[in-house]
């Protein structure tokens, strides 16, 4: 509403879709008075009136800012069964969960907030709106939520409480080891890990798994170590070869080999002691020829 300088009501004005009133040509040069008598929806009149000149041939601009009315969203985030990894039963609270609101039109970020030990997570203080809220980093151990909240904050100091549950994830890890399936004694047994993988619904940033050798049958002499990485957008996947990598054919002609010294001493073994039980040359010869006969096949 504008005023002239004798307080009498010279017209009512509204703003535009810019928020703009432009007065030229609708009032002449003098000093006039300009109240706010209703403001936007979500936001506080200014009732403190201002006081313009209008000089005819000058641009003259005054500025007026309304405060927006805040409201706020608190979440409280709850185990949602029993957790056996960190033993947390059914409607524990979690802290950690991490989430982000964006303004529904425009789809901007506007808050990202975290919860505490009292499963409580509060965001900053939002104009009045309507927002999507949605959780970005589950609690350790819980799967992450798919859903996502429409709220409609309506109303100045409104607190808007949603409650979010997170579900215990599936831990595992699948390791396929190779290597040599017998041995003679004193042979060199070597053991390949030739794939890690993360089977989990979750991401591992660590793990560990035990190998149990039965020290009264072998000794081990060497371990040959190493970070290796893979990383991928639903798993994760760790390769090492304990040794440096070689062509496939090669690996199988060495394991070739292998088998088939395993093989030869075994049957230099039954050939000498087919001789020490040998009562005649008969006997003799025919171990003789089994032995050269199993030889010729292994090689």
Known sequence: MVFDQNGNVVGRYVTDNNGVIDFTGVLSEGRYTIRETKCAPGYYLDEMPKTIEFVSGKMTEIRWENTPQMSQIQITKRSGDDNEVNGLPKGSPLADAVFEVYAYKSGNLVDRFISGADGRAVSKPLPIGRYLVKEVQAPQWYK??????????????????????NYSANTGVTIRKTGVYEAM????????????????????????WRDIVPTDAVRLTKIVTGTYNQSDHQQRRYKNHL???????EQRHRLLQRIAWSWQRRIRHKFHACIRHSKNSANLRQCS???????????
Request: net charge negative.
């Open 185 to 208: 004694s004193n042979d060199t047994i070597y053991w390949d890990i030739k794939e890690l993988q993360n089977t989990s619904t979750i991401t591992l940033t660590d793990f560990f």
């Open 243 to 249: 040794r440096q990598p070689k062509l496939h054919a």
């Open 289 to 299: 020829s089994e032995f050269t006969k199993s030889i010729s096949i292994c090689q």
């Open 144 to 165: 992450i939520s798919d859903q996502v909240m429409d709220v409609e904050l309506e109303f100045a100091t409104q607190i808007v409480k949603l409650e979010y549950l």
